[in-house]
């Protein structure tokens, strides 16, 4: 498995947390990033000059851009569906040219609202329609805690309508144990469609540093090795002290370097 951070990791700390990733990030060790926040937002209308200075700017820092968190699934009618569907098939390309192999996305509707999975599905289908056959970039369904994506239910149901092996599924621990989901179940069940994990840390519904949690993230592990999952661990962090996350990225990457039993470089 491989360690990325996301850009996250930086929000709340720096005004440009993908500036401040290929930074910091890369100072500790990481040599993988996800670009999430305001640009990962609008990486639909990034331009292809700024797409190529970007991939530059990332391979002199000694990084790759494994991912992007871009607009979410669906929308509340059928209009906002193909717009998103629009702007995840730009998107897509955007990944093409900065290198990244994944998207990953949750839904636009809040948990409950009336046929948000129908449109969810829709959404789906005319963005596959629109990136074609020739992309292998992977499409990923993000759980979110009060998100019309939060249940097991809810990703079943769209994975039973979308054969598509390009789509799949993105474990995030922090949002399954928010939401009391059966993360471990989840990843026995679903470990041929994960194609992405998003790995926190949460004391309920509150993101910590990784390590500090409650979330038994060595059995994550541990589940995800049996599932012969070999993609990434994108650590993410949401916390309350945005001034402490360098500590905390830092922290992340030493304690899943140890979860992951990987020898570390003596000289850094």
């Not at 329609?129 to 020739?134: L, Q, R, S, T």
């Not at 910590?208 to 979330?215: F, L």
Request: glycine share 10%.
């Amino acid at each position: 498995m491989n360690i990325v951070c996301a850009s996250i990791c930086y929000r709340g700390f720096a005004d440009d947390e993908v500036a401040a990733t290929l930074e910091r990030a890369s100072a500790i060790g990481y040599t993988l990033m996800e670009i999430h926040g305001p640009l990962g937002g609008g990486i639909s209308e990034t331009a292809p000059d700024a797409l190529r200075s970007l991939k530059a700017k990332i391979a002199a820092a000694g990084m790759r851009c494994a991912g992007i968190y871009p607009c979410g699934w669906g929308g509340r009618d059928d209009a906002a569906v193909r717009e998103s569907a629009a702007k995840i098939v730009k998107a897509v390309a955007a990944a093409r040219e900065l290198g990244a192999d994944h998207l990953a996305m949750t839904s636009n509707s809040a948990k409950g609202e009336a046929g948000a999975i129908d449109r969810i599905i829709a959404c789906i289908r005319l963005a596959l329609e629109g990136i074609g056959k020739e992309s292998s970039v992977r499409l990923c369904l993000e759980p979110h805690l009060g998100n019309a994506l939060e249940q097991e239910a809810d990703f079943a149901a769209v994975m039973r309508a979308v054969g598509d092996p390009r789509v799949g599924l993105c474990v995030d621990t922090g949002h399954f144990h928010a939401a009391h989901v059966d993360t471990l179940g989840f990843i026995r069940r679903h470990g041929r469609r994960i194609y992405n994990v998003h790995f926190k840390d949460h004391v309920g519904e509150v993101s910590v540093g990784i390590g500090r949690g409650e979330i038994d993230l060595a059995s994550v592990i541990a589940a995800l090795r049996a599932a012969r999952y070999a993609g990434d661990l994108t650590l993410e962090l949401e916390v309350q002290d945005p001034a402490n996350l360098p500590r905390y990225t830092e922290e992340a990457y030493f304690y899943v370097s140890g979860l992951l039993g990987r020898r570390l470089d003596p000289r850094k």
